[in-house]
C-alpha cells in the first residue's frame, strides 16, 4: 500500500468472481494472494488478510435461501 499513510495491517476482503468456477476455496485464495504478494512480502505491508470468495452463482443462491428463511419466518 505504497503511499498509504494508514498503520492498518488487517483486512477482510469478500470477492465475488466467475474465476472461482470449479475451484476449491483454497485454490480461490492461493489466485488472491498472488495477486498480492508483493504487498503480503513487504515489511509494513497486509499483515493479515481475511477473504470470503464466492462465484456469483453461490452468492445468488446465498441471496435466495436468506429471501426463503425471511419469508418463512
Known sequence: ?????SKETHFF???TSPSFQAKPQPARHRMIYSLLKEELDRPGG????QLRTKTPEEVERELARKKDAQGAA
Do not use: K, N
Not at 1 to 5: A, D, F, R
Not at 46 to 49: G, P, S
Open 46 to 49: 497486509i499483515h493479515a488478510l
Open 13 to 15: 476482503l469478500d470477492i
Open 1 to 5: 500500500m505504497v503511499g498509504s499513510t
